[in-house]
Nanobody, 127 residues
Framework: QLQLVESGGGPVQAGGSLKLSCAAS????????MAWFRQAPGKDREGVAA???????SYADSVKGRFTISKDNAKNTLSLQMNSLKPEDTAMYYC?????????????????????WGKGTLVYISS
């Protein structure tokens, strides 16, 4: 059973940076797709950034150029570097993964395709 644990959330002023991490455990192989999702108060959960099984990446338009997703297969860790943060980035951020042998980054941005979820880490951006 794959387990995901997020960390790195917290309060940040607008314009600042924050790096989220997701530690994965419980699965031998590391070549599976992973993604970050977020859910702001009163809004639906949305895909933020994803890495496919081929290493390709995909981003939501709202974070392109500001967020960078990366995956360390040796350490089974997923990261999200967030720069130029805006108040509208405030949300609970979730790490997700799927063990499908082949999945594109675009597919991984769809929560319906992801089977494993962490409990989330809260990011709050003050103006």
């Amino acid at each position: 059973q794959l387990q995901l644990v997020e960390s790195g959330g917290g309060p940040v002023q607008a314009g600042g940076s924050l790096k989220l991490s997701c530690a994965a455990s419980g699965y031998t192989y590391s070549t599976y797709s992973m993604a970050w999702f977020r859910q702001a108060p009163g809004k639906d959960r949305e895909g933020v950034a994803a890495i496919g099984t081929d290493g390709s990446t995909s981003y939501a338009d709202s974070v392109k150029g500001r967020f960078t997703i990366s995956k360390d297969n040796a350490k089974n860790t997923l990261s999200l570097q967030m720069n130029s943060l805006k108040p509208e980035d405030t949300a609970m951020y979730y790490c997700a993964a799927d063990l499908a042998l082949s999945m594109t980054a675009s597919q991984a941005l769809s929560q319906e395709n992801m089977d494993y979820w962490g409990k989330g880490t809260l990011v709050y951006i003050s103006s």
